[in-house]
């Protein structure tokens, strides 16, 4: 059994928040999750949102100003959890 989804983690919960809703006003599935500990200790909501909605959420990080900490691809395969960075700060490397 897979799993695949990004994450986004936030510089504070206001960001995480505002994003999420922005998200569920436009119909986009997206949900807010705990950070795990491989990415951050700083704010500890992250929102879990699916791959083919990327360019879309990374317009609506620019658009509206969200501060991130970063962006991660994360792949559960049979129980295991592997986590990739592919964007930190503004989304600059995106």
């Known amino acids: 059994m897979e799993e695949n989804y990004y994450l986004i983690a936030f510089k504070s919960t206001h960001h995480g928040i505002a ?10 599935s997206s949900r807010m999750i705990p950070t795990p500990r491989e990415i951050s200790n700083s704010c500890g909501l992250s929102l879990r949102f699916n791959r083919e909605d990327l360019a879309f ?14 962006i991660y691809s994360v792949n559960i395969t049979y129980g295991k959890k592997k986590i990739q960075s592919i964007a930190k700060g503004e989304t600059d490397n995106v």
């Open 19 to 28: 994003l999420e809703k922005i998200l569920q006003e436009a119909g986009k």
């Open 57 to 70: 959420v990374l317009e609506k990080i620019h658009t509206n100003n969200i501060s991130i900490y970063g």
